[in-house]
């Protein structure tokens, strides 16, 4: 079956342009996690979704980043003014239930955002 | 707050021999423990998980890991090294106690197994 899916897979952005991120996850799929891996590190949480609800936002790092799952499948990660700090891989993951936090996630290929 | 540690940046291993990844946590409740591995070019996926239960836990490809509440400890083990096991291992922690789904990764371990 299809596993979780992003766009684009990879996005130049010139300092001070928005940018969207697409993730599609495994169809099913209750939760939805976003997160930033910076080179050489492991990712970092930023969101957190069950279903629509956005439930942990705590891991954004500033008010420029927003997300959204609307209906409750494909979320979009949007950073606004875009920061040369902001260059990082974005990961987005997805597991089957939204009620144990001992299922393992599934994970996209990332979408590599460079910053010029 | 949660924490984890993987201690060694890279480990070097003969193909044949066993190796270990090292690992420990920092949580104030419970921890699910969770080992995944990224080849290049490639998504994490999923090895293997500890959330209650026998200590010793069994994975994909061979590999496993034992839980030590005593240490805070969750290293990944194989008995024999593979070639293909070159990949970098990240360990990673949730709270069990919260009810919340908030991941703590750890910086990651490279692992080379030479043949």
């Known amino acids: 079956g299809a596993g979780v899916s992003q766009s684009p897979r990879y996005k130049v952005a010139k300092r001070g342009q928005d940018v969207a991120l697409r993730c599609d996850p495994i169809s099913g799929h209750v939760s939805l996690f976003w997160y930033q891996q910076a080179l050489g590190q492991g990712p970092e949480f930023l969101t957190y979704?069950?279903?629509?609800?956005?439930?942990?936002k705590s891991g954004l790092p500033s008010d420029r980043f927003f997300a959204e799952r609307p209906e409750g499948s494909v979320s979009t990660l949007k950073i606004q003014r875009t920061q040369q700090e902001d260059s990082a891989v974005y990961l987005c993951a997805s597991s089957l239930t939204g009620t144990s936090g001992g299922n393992e996630q599934f994970f996209g290929p990332g979408t590599r955002l460079t910053v010029l | 707050a949660q924490s984890v540690a993987q201690p060694e940046d890279q480990v070097n291993v003969a193909e044949g021999n066993p190796l270990t990844v090292k690992c420990t946590y920092s949580v104030s409740g419970n921890p699910y423990l969770f080992w995944y591995v990224q080849y290049p070019n490639r998504g994490l996926q999923f090895l293997l998980k500890y959330i209650t239960g026998d200590n010793l836990v069994k994975g994909s490809y061979g590999f496993e890991a034992e839980f030590n509440k005593s240490q805070t400890s969750f290293h990944l083990k194989k008995p024999s090294a593979l070639v293909s096991d070159s990949a970098l291992y990240f360990c990673?922690?949730?709270?069990?106690?919260?009810?919340?789904?908030?991941?703590?990764f750890g910086a990651g371990t490279r692992l080379f197994v030479k043949a």
């Open positions: 990673a922690v949730r709270d069990g106690n919260t009810g919340g789904f908030k991941t703590i």
């Open positions: 979704f069950q279903n629509e609800a956005q439930l942990d």
